[in-house]
Nanobody, 115 residues
Framework: QVQLVESGGGLVQPGGSLRLSCAASRSIFSLYPMGWYRQAPGKQRELVAVYTGVSVKSYADSVKGRFTISGDGAKNTLYLQMNSLKAEDTAVYYC?????????WGQGTQVTVSS
């Protein structure tokens, strides 16, 4: 079992920044692949950024150059730094990890980009 607790969402103006956090109940080095997904109203959940291995990252084309995924092993926490936010980034953001072939999701955190 893995528990995930997300935080860091909120309301931000276009062009602004937010950092999302996902605190895990186990060492993040045992939870690959681990990443961030988002779901906007009326749309399917989509991959935003993912670690598929140590230092192996990939991003959705829509966020490349603006978002950065990172992890802190000492804190068992996964982060998503989001810069240059756009209205179309508005969504509920979820972290997801895999542990012994089972996927675990966080509860989601709302990100709203609006002036």
């Amino acid at each position: 079992q893995v528990q995930l607790v997300e935080s860091g969402g909120g309301l931000v103006q276009p062009g602004g920044s937010l950092r999302l956090s996902c605190a895990a109940s186990r060492s993040i080095f045992s939870l690959y692949p681990m990443g961030w997904y988002r779901q906007a109203p009326g749309k399917q959940r989509e991959l935003v950024a993912v670690y598929t291995g140590v230092s192996v990252k990939s991003y959705a084309d829509s966020v490349k150059g603006r978002f950065t995924i990172s992890g802190d092993g000492a804190k068992n926490t996964l982060y998503l730094q989001m810069n240059s936010l756009k209205a179309e980034d508005t969504a509920v953001y979820y972290c997801k990890v895999r542990y012994y072939s089972n996927d675990y999701w966080g509860q989601g955190t709302q990100v709203t980009v609006s002036s």
